[in-house]
């Protein structure tokens, strides 16, 4: 199983980014997907989630608006565009798959930096 994600990088306030998460390894179809970011000395937060079927996505209050998360099945990859980005965007940003049949399965990324600043 991996999540790789990437698109991270140094970007100026009001910039964008787009992220990618690419899942190998699982059904990718039949999982709930979402970004998570955790930035320094904070605990990590939930971003944005989308259904295993695509279409519903929830959004952090403090993105809404200004984030739009996707994904493509056929390509088994997720993604997360982020607009008029923000300092207070700077985190690692990390991709986790969630499924709940009987028991549990989950399965993280290891992280793709994103800098806002000037």
């Known amino acids: 199983v991996q999540l790789v994600e990437s698109g991270g990088g140094l970007v100026q306030p009001g910039g964008s980014l787009r992220l990618s998460c690419a899942a190998s390894g699982f059904t990718f179809s039949s999982y709930a997907m979402s970004w998570y970011r955790q930035a320094p000395g904070k605990e990590r937060e939930l971003v944005a989630t989308?259904?295993?079927?695509?279409?519903?996505?929830n959004y952090a209050d403090s993105v809404k608006g200004r984030f739009s998360m996707s994904r493509d099945n056929a390509k088994s990859t997720v993604y997360l565009q982020m607009n008029r980005l923000k300092a207070e965007d700077t985190a690692v940003y990390y991709c986790k798959a969630y499924r709940r049949i009987i028991s549990v399965s989950e399965y993280w990324g290891q992280g793709t930096q994103v800098t806002v600043s000037s």
């Open positions: 989308i259904i295993s079927a695509g279409g519903s996505t």
